[in-house]
């Protein structure tokens, strides 16, 4: 069982296969500050991927980010869907802001998962 407080490497996408995956086969919404990828896993809980672009800023600013996402991530962890792979990234202009990164994480990743349950649910009446 994973600890809910701890940010371990099973919650974090390491491979570049896993993010191919969830660029080609999975969904995407974004928001003022955030645009998300998601896809499915097989996995009994969620995990997260950064792609944080020198577009956004220096190597200061995208670190700041960075460590934002993920915290933000790890605080709310109990509260996303399970099975997701979440590719984040900053939306270039956007200020970093550890309230709004949560808000606009939640609201994301809640938007995904309901897109990904209804191709799912087409996906089984089509077969």
């Given at each position: 069982?994973?600890?809910?407080?701890?940010?371990?490497?099973?919650?974090?996408?390491?491979?570049?296969?896993?993010?191919?995956?969830?660029?080609?086969?999975?969904?995407?919404?974004?928001?003022?500050?955030?645009?998300?990828?998601?896809?499915?896993?097989?996995?009994?809980?969620?995990?997260?991927?950064?792609?944080?672009?020198?577009?956004?800023?220096?190597?200061?600013?995208?670190?700041?980010?960075?460590?934002l996402i993920r915290e933000a991530f790890r605080a709310s962890r109990t509260e996303f869907p399970e099975n997701l792979d979440l590719?984040?990234?900053?939306?270039?202009?956007?200020?970093?802001?550890?309230?709004?990164?949560?808000?606009?994480?939640?609201?994301?990743?809640?938007?995904?998962?309901?897109?990904?349950?209804?191709?799912?649910?087409?996906?089984?009446?089509?077969?």
């Amino acid at each position: 069982m994973m600890s809910t407080q701890g940010f371990s490497r099973a919650c974090r996408i390491r491979h570049q296969t896993d993010f191919d995956r969830v660029y080609q086969t999975g969904c995407y919404a974004a928001d003022e500050v955030l645009v998300m990828h998601a896809g499915r896993n097989d996995l009994n809980h969620s995990r997260i991927g950064l792609s944080v672009s020198r577009k956004v800023g220096g190597a200061i600013v995208r670190n700041r980010w960075k460590r934002l996402i993920r915290e933000a991530f790890r605080a709310s962890r109990t509260e996303f869907p399970e099975n997701l792979d979440l590719v984040v990234r900053p939306r270039r202009g956007a200020k970093p802001d550890f309230r709004s990164i949560l808000g606009s994480l939640r609201k994301l990743a809640n938007q995904l998962a309901e897109k990904l349950t209804v191709s799912d649910s087409r996906d089984s009446e089509a077969t």
